[in-house]
């Protein structure tokens, strides 16, 4: 079945740093969304890429769809403590989304 | 305001109780969704379910159970046979093929 992956699993940032996160796919996606979740709380849709090479921004978020649709990154310029939880990539497949295991963000003020 | 909500937020339970969680959605949506989340971890597909009266194990389905009668209600029942139950639990619910997700607040389940 379709497998995603996340890399890294935890990334610890200094605040006003930049940093990057990266999802891969075994398979072509047809879409990939992202999702982030406060600590404690619950995903939240952040948003999603379906064409191959899209590029979308949200303020200081860069969501980028590789050329191959099988890779995405999520890049955050100068990090805020706002920033921090995880970030999960995920695919459909089998009508249904194929969820990364998550890249978990600290902010060191 | 439309979203899903799942209640309780807390639950507590003793080892070898049948627990049910419930969830229900004024989304109109047709698809919902059981996932797991342990500490650190993420989000383990327990059941789906993308039409009324019809639902689907996904990759960690055994020691639980689900029901569909209506379209806005997808209650889990954690049972005895669940080894390790103690866990957040979380539904979702999506319009269907390659839309976005919307979670619910989640049910933190401890068993004791």
């Known amino acids: 079945g379709q497998q995603v992956m996340q890399i890294p699993q935890y990334q610890h940032v200094q605040e006003g740093e930049d940093f990057t996160t990266y999802c891969n796919s075994s398979t072509t996606l047809s879409n990939i969304q992202w999702y982030k979740q406060r600590p404690g709380g619950h995903p939240v849709f952040l948003i999603q890429?379906?064409?191959?090479?899209e590029v979308k921004k949200q303020k200081r978020l860069t969501f980028q769809f590789g050329e191959a649709k099988k890779n995405s990154s999520l890049h955050i310029t100068a990090t805020q403590t706002t920033d921090v939880g995880t970030y999960f990539c995920?695919?459909?497949?089998?009508?249904?989304?194929?969820f990364g295991a998550g890249t978990t963000v600290t902010v060191r003020a | 305001d439309g979203g899903i909500t799942q209640s309780p937020k807390y639950l507590f339970r003793k080892e070898g109780q049948n627990v049910t969680l419930s969830c229900e959605q004024n989304?109109?949506?047709?698809?919902m969704y059981w996932y797991r989340q342990d500490p650190g971890q993420g989000l383990r597909l327990i059941y789906y379910?993308?039409?009324?009266?019809?639902?689907q194990k996904g990759d960690i389905a055994e020691g639980y159970s689900v029901s569909r009668e209506k379209k806005e209600s997808f209650p889990l029942t954690v049972t005895s046979a669940q080894k390790n139950p103690t866990a957040f639990y979380l539904c979702?619910?999506?319009?269907?093929?390659?839309?976005?997700?919307?979670f619910g607040s989640g049910t933190r389940l401890t068993v004791v």
């Open positions: 995920a695919g459909y497949g089998d009508y249904k989304l194929s």
């Open positions: 890429l379906v064409k191959s090479g």
């Open positions: 989304l109109n949506h047709d698809a």
């Open positions: 379910s993308q039409i009324v009266n019809d639902f």
């Open positions: 979702a619910s999506s319009a269907g093929q390659y839309s976005s997700y919307t």
